[in-house]
């Protein structure tokens, strides 16, 4: 049997996944592991000239806005979707302490969504959004381009892949690596580009704040993981802290939408 992700094999419904991302808001990891990409990925959609200052553009789960900031200082008007109320507060919070005011942000599901369309639609680790009938919602809200950034190797999430199998859990990440969303483009008749983003991270937190944070995590899906935990973070405790470091890589899809 395949190995699968967590959510899909602890059977997780849609109202599981919207409670899961609230309560895990405030410590995700999603900014950290990250590194340097998302500026990089801005850079590079501008460079291709695919952003400018009169680009209106639709994100889909902005989370706590680890695109989004990056994007608002390059285009005219943001519009960020998300479900989740608490990553929604986040990303409010973070530009409004630096100023940002082109940025709106709305709490809906991208399944749903009908609002106007826009120069460019990009997600950025949306969960769901690889699959053929979410490729073909991102182009019917994009009048150009669409963007799609996914995980290949995201070692914090492999760290937690060893500690689903000390509680006797066949689960893992590694469907990430298929390259699932460039083979569905191009089933439907797309060009896609592909663009692989690397980066090293290191990671220096008081050890007892990290444990806490994945004992949540782990909570959150019914996982009595203390024992787990302790046995795979453990390794990287020193003095009290937890010193990790790793590189991580992500795909960048990238398409224009047919007539465009």
């Known amino acids: 049997m395949t190995p699968q992700h967590p959510f899909d094999g602890l059977g997780m419904t849609y109202d599981d996944n919207l409670k899961f991302w609230d309560d895990i808001a405030e410590c995700y990891m999603g900014m950290t592991m990250q590194g340097d990409i998302p500026s990089n990925v801005v850079s590079d959609l501008c460079e291709k000239g695919w952003l400018d200052g009169d680009s209106e553009v639709l994100e889909l789960g902005s989370g706590p806005g680890t695109y989004s900031l990056n994007l608002a200082e390059k285009v005219r008007r943001l519009t960020c979707l998300d479900t989740s109320e608490k990553m929604i507060s986040i990303l409010k919070r973070r530009y409004e302490n630096?100023?940002?005011?082109?940025?709106?942000?709305?709490?809906?599901?991208?399944?749903?969504?009908?609002?106007?369309?826009?120069?460019?639609?990009?997600?950025?680790?949306?969960?769901?959004?690889?699959?053929?009938?979410?490729?073909?919602?991102?182009?019917?809200?994009?009048?150009?381009?669409?963007?799609?950034?996914?995980?290949?190797?995201?070692?914090?999430?492999?760290?937690?892949?060893?500690?689903?199998?000390?509680?006797?859990?066949?689960?893992?990440?590694?469907?990430?690596?298929?390259?699932?969303?460039?083979?569905?483009?191009?089933?439907?008749?797309?060009?896609?580009?592909?663009?692989?983003?690397?980066?090293?991270?290191?990671?220096?937190?008081?050890?007892?704040?990290?444990?806490?944070?994945?004992?949540l995590y782990f909570d959150l899906m019914g996982g009595d993981a203390d024992e787990a935990l302790m046995k795979v973070y453990g390794k990287f405790e020193e003095d009290g802290m937890f010193r990790y470091s790793c590189d991580n890589s992500l795909r960048l899809v990238t398409w224009e939408v047919p007539g465009c």
């Open 98 to 215: 630096v100023g940002i005011d082109n940025i709106e942000v709305l709490k809906e599901d991208y399944h749903t969504y009908s609002g106007r369309i826009y120069d460019a639609v990009i997600s950025s680790l949306c969960p769901g959004t690889g699959s053929t009938e979410a490729l073909n919602i991102m182009e019917s809200l994009s009048k150009r381009y669409c963007v799609h950034a996914m995980w290949i190797v995201n070692s914090w999430d492999e760290l937690n892949e060893q500690v689903w199998k000390e509680l006797g859990k066949d689960f893992s990440y590694g469907s990430r690596r298929k390259g699932i969303v460039k083979e569905n483009l191009e089933s439907m008749g797309r060009e896609p580009e592909v663009c692989i983003y690397n980066t090293h991270v290191d990671v220096e937190r008081r050890f007892e704040e990290v444990i806490d944070r994945e004992k």
